[in-house]
């Protein structure tokens, strides 16, 4: 079976896992934010912060490196196994030591118990980190579906019920703890790999030595896409945090779901073309152009429908976070743009130029972050968003210097997606000024409604041919051949 055949039947199965556990998530929150406050969302957001970070340093990249790496699958699944298992012991032990430093850093002290329970996490979750990384290797996103299901289906029914008891914050700890655990036991299920008693060490170096430069890449992918996070939290205290934060699950769940499935599935396909000696610069054209065409009107959408967004799904008490996710969905919109040039240096066996970028966007973030503090919530939101227009400018620079194709080509494959969104934007807005004062459900339906028939209308305008490709298999098929 061909590499393209194989990775559009994996992006098929990636994203009926990934959107299947986002609806799920989306229905869960959605129910929590009526149970739960602001101010108690927050305490696990500070907590989850803190995990993010160290996760980026985990397995020191060895899960990356496993699924890079082109001979010796077992042996260097051995490997992953061995650094992960040490991994997920040593940051459980590290957090249980310093999880009152961690809450008092967050203004939290009293959040220093949720910490400490979350530690298990690290060794629930690293001993299925080799199984997931394998999945992903060998493009079998198939068996993934049901350990992301029930990821987010055991974290639902627990958070909600406990909630519903009372239990406050510690629903949405025992939630996650109960939900990762059994995505573990169920990864070992379904993917046959066991470990055993040796240890290559011959392949130790050299994996880890892939792994650093991933590992770097992670460091400062966190920084880049979390900062704001840990700046809000540091800040403005765990009310603004849970607010902040809700706002960026909406674009999470939805513009990034397709971003995140085809990414995961795009890097394997594209390292096995490298490998076999195949020309990248038109399959990561493709990839440019047909997911910008889902992914951009998406965003543009949620920026203007923000507040019946918010209204409808969590309810009044959180209308404050309408504004950032205004900004937020911004943000979302021009990531889409500049992905999928990290897949490919990345493929490319480029780790460090990807390092090298990330580090120049965390340069850019950091400060427009600190400033932008002084205006709360939102004064965050948009320091992101000028910092990430201004990094992803480079970033598609240098793709466009590094990989051989043009800057213009590379705007032309996105360029119709982004002019039907505009047009999208201003007859949704003119919706929105008519429907002032109706239900926020209302505003939602008629919205999403109007802005779709526009935006296939404008798109069909600019780039007919655009529109025979809109399967994300279809996309990827065409992307990998």
């Not at 989306?26 to 957001?45: C, D, I, N, Q, T």
């Not at 971003?259 to 493709?286: C, I, K, N, T």
């Not at 979302?332 to 970028?357: E, F, P």
Request: glycine share 8%; with cysteine.
């Amino acid at each position: 079976m061909s590499i393209g055949r194989t990775a559009a039947r994996a992006a098929v199965w990636a994203f009926a896992g990934t959107a299947g556990s986002k609806i799920v998530t989306l229905v869960s929150l959605a129910l929590l934010a009526r149970l739960l406050s602001p101010a108690e969302f927050g305490l696990l957001a500070f907590a989850l912060v803190y995990i993010t970070y160290a996760d980026t340093i985990g397995d020191l990249g060895s899960g990356m490196a496993l699924i890079y790496w082109p001979e010796r699958r077992e042996d260097a699944a051995q490997v992953t196994f061995l650094v992960s298992v040490a991994s997920g012991i040593f940051w459980c032990l590290l957090t249980l030591l310093i999880a009152s430093p961690i809450a008092d850093f967050f203004n939290a002290p009293h959040g220093a118990p949720l910490v400490r329970a979350l530690a298990i996490g690290f060794i629930l979750r690293y001993l299925g980190n080799t199984h997931d990384a394998l999945a992903q290797k060998d493009l079998r996103f198939r068996a993934r579906l049901g350990p992301d299901l029930a990821l987010a289906l055991v974290n639902a029914v627990v958070s909600v019920t406990l909630a519903w008891l009372g239990y406050g914050a510690w629903s949405l700890v025992w939630g996650r703890l109960a939900s990762v655990g059994c995505r573990t036991a169920l990864l070992w299920v379904v993917v046959p790999w066991r470990p055993s008693l040796t240890v290559p060490w011959d392949l130790v170096k050299p994996m880890l030595g892939y792994g650093r430069g991933i590992l770097v890449v992670n460091i400062l992918g966190a920084i880049t896409a979390n900062s704001d996070l840990a700046v809000v939290g540091r800040v403005l205290g765990p009310t603004a945090l849970g607010l902040y934060q809700m706002a960026g699950r909406v674009p999470e769940m939805s513009v990034m779901v397709l971003l995140w499935v085809l990414s995961s599935v795009l890097f394997p396909a594209f390292s096995q073309l490298h490998a076999a000696g195949e020309d990248l610069r038109e399959p990561y054209l493709m990839a440019t152009r047909y997911i910008s065409a889902l992914t951009i009107p998406a965003a543009v959408g949620l920026a203007v429908l923000a507040r019946p967004i918010v209204l409808f799904v969590f309810g009044d008490a959180w209308a404050a976070a309408a504004p950032v996710l205004t900004a937020l969905s911004a943000v979302a919109a021009m990531r889409c743009l500049t992905a999928h040039a990290g897949d490919i240096l990345k493929a490319t066996g480029r780790a460090k130029m990807v390092a090298q970028l990330s580090f120049v966007k965390a340069v850019l973030i950091l400060p427009a972050l600190i400033v932008g503090t002084r205006w709360g919530g939102v004064g965050v939101a948009m320091g992101l968003v000028i910092a990430t227009a201004i990094a992803s400018a480079i970033t598609l620079v240098t793709a466009s210097r590094v990989i051989g194709v043009p800057l213009a080509k590379i705007a032309r494959s996105f360029w119709p997606s982004v002019a039907s969104s505009m047009a999208m934007l201003a007859a949704v807005a003119a919706w929105l000024r008519w429907m002032d004062g109706s239900a926020p459900v209302v505003q939602v339906a008629g919205g999403v409604t109007l802005g779709g028939i526009v935006y296939v209308a404008a798109l069909a305008l600019l780039d007919r041919k655009m529109l025979r490709i809109v399967k994300p298999a279809d996309i990827v098929r065409g992307a990998a051949q």
